[in-house]
């Protein structure tokens, strides 16, 4: 009994033994995709992840709790964009689970029963000379046979094939959350852009009123000085002119304010805007720095995150092709039993252990094929890839220009608007004591009234630049918890 013992313990470790080697191999002989490295810029130009967040807080938060009542919304399942881009990571994450199974032995089980009948019955003839009448009877044989068999089978990862197919759906699956978060951004860029236009429109109805209000004060001005002979009829029709102008300009405001609320609503799915408030006054932006923005800024950009991986995933595909070229090493082992009785089936088993070495000899040319179209597909990526972060430096760059210049533009529209300010009161003064006629009023008061709606109008087009730049770095606008994403630091 002793010595099976020492059998039985010495066949253990025999198999442990050629596990731990086949394991080392398998390491060994693991084919490794192609090294890349993604597109960077200098060392001074580089940024911390800190920095990185802090310079997002400082320029994409706008501190406003009606849009991010909206945007929330959104997140929170409103917004179909970003339900479908949901399910595609889930098709990915399924993806990547199934790629997992391969790891695992295959085990079936089959169960079967069956009945067969053989021979004939016994069969009559007539009477013959010398003959009893009746041939020798025949035989009937039937019978119930049960099989069971439990056969399981395992692909030894030799060349590493089904880890890189593994790792390649796992890629994709971070595709597909960097995917997500490029919906998310898109989606609260669009929710910024729609709530300000509405916040525009409705700041524009307050200028429209203030407008209104003060030709409606100068009308009646006109119509006194009417009254004294001292102003002329057409200055009465010109005037009412202007207020009909300033009405009809209203009724186009109020469409764009409709206009907005239906984005805003389509955007978020809600049609009851209860508890959402109004769209109040822009927010103050802070200015942007002088030394501009790190172009490392983008690593963070989820877009260009997403088409690195798949880039990635590719390789790691090419590799696994490859690999389809050595031989294919399995082990199979298969338990089976047959009684005549269902209770006997597991009485006495037997059991079968299969290694193979399998490589294929001859395919037409199909592993070639697909090895080549394997790098084709990478290369077509790589230059996706390059294209993106091409158009992603433009971009920021356009941003960033757009900012300076806007403020600029800002600036003298300001003071422009102080001098019209300025230069209506004079008018009025001088119609007033009868210095001048009512054509230089009406002049510098359309002056006024026009560039109230292009300051107006300017604001929003700085914020619109502001909300571009936030989507150029790759930063959710007004969230100042949207994480920054970016590349693996061993990618």
């Known amino acids: ?15 442990i033994f050629s596990l731990l080697i086949v394991s080392f191999f398998n390491q060994r002989c693991a084919l490794q995709p192609a090294e890349r490295q993604p597109l960077h810029v200098g060392e001074d130009q580089k940024i911390s992840r ?60 089959e169960l079967s029963g069956s009945r067969f009948k053989e021979g004939s019955a016994a069969t009559a003839t007539a009477p013959s000379s010398g003959g009893t009448g009746v041939s020798p009877p025949g035989f009937i044989a039937s019978d119930t046979l049960y099989s069971g068999s439990l056969a399981a089978s395992y692909e030894i990862d030799l060349w590493g094939q089904l880890r890189n197919e593994h790792r390649a759906a796992i890629l994709e699956v971070d595709a597909a959350d960097a995917d997500l978060a490029t919906a998310e951004i898109t989606v609260g860029a669009e929710l910024a852009d729609a709530w300000y236009d509405l916040a525009s429109a409705r700041r524009n109805i307050g200028v429209l009123e203030e407008q209104r209000r003060t030709s409606a004060e100068l009308l009646e001005l006109i119509n006194f000085r009417f009254g004294q002979g001292l102003a002329a009829g057409l200055d ?39 508890g959402f408030g109004a ?34 995933a590719i390789d790691h595909r090419t590799a696994a092709a490859v690999g389809d070229w050595l031989p294919e090493l399995a082990l199979r082992v298969n338990i089976f039993d047959q009684a005549a009785e269902i209770s006997r089936l597991f ?24 090895i080549e179209g394997s790098e084709a597909r990478a290369e077509e990526q790589l230059y ?44 009025r003064q001088r119609y007033r004591s009868g210095e001048v006629g009512y054509l230089r009023v ?14 107006v109008s300017l604001q929003r087009r700085r914020l619109g630049d502001r909300i571009g730049l936030c989507r150029a770095m790759g930063i959710f606008p007004n969230q100042a918890a949207a994480p920054l994403r970016s590349l693996p630091e061993n990618q």
């Open 236 to 274: 009465i029709t010109q005037q009412q002119q202007e207020l009909e102008s300033l009405r009809g300009e209203k009724a186009q405001v109020l469409a764009a304010a409709g206009t907005a609320r239906h984005r805003l609503q389509a955007l978020t799915g809600l049609e009851d805007e209860t």
């Open 347 to 370: 009485d006495e088993l037997f059991w079968q252990l299969t290694a193979s070495l399998a490589e294929t000899v001859f395919d037409g040319g199909r592993r070639s094929a697909v």
């Open 50 to 109: 800190t920095e990185q967040q802090g310079l997002a807080e400082e320029l994409c938060v706008f501190d406003d709790p009606g849009l991010r009542k909206w945007q929330e919304q959104a997140l929170a399942g409103g917004n179909l964009d970003l339900a479908a881009a949901r399910a595609r990571f889930k098709q990915a994450a399924a993806v990547a689970g199934q790629s997992a199974s391969a790891f695992w032995p295959r085990a079936d089980l």
């Open 442 to 455: 009406l002049t510098a008061l359309q002056a006024k009234h026009g560039l109230e709606s292009r300051l």
């Open 384 to 427: 996706r890839y390059a294209n993106l972060y091409r158009r992603a430096i433009r971009e920021l760059r356009d941003a960033l220009l757009l900012e300076k210049q806007r403020l600029n533009e800002l600036a003298s529209l300001e003071e422009q608007y102080r001098l019209a300010g300025v230069a209506l009161d004079l008018a």
């Open 1 to 15: 009994m002793g010595k099976y013992f020492k059998a039985k313990e010495w066949r253990k470790g025999a198999m």
């Open 279 to 312: 769209a109040g006054p822009f927010p103050q932006l802070s200015s942007v720095p002088a030394e501009g923005v790190p172009v490392n800024i983008l690593a963070g950009r989820p877009d260009l995150t997403a088409a690195w991986l798949r880039l990635r």
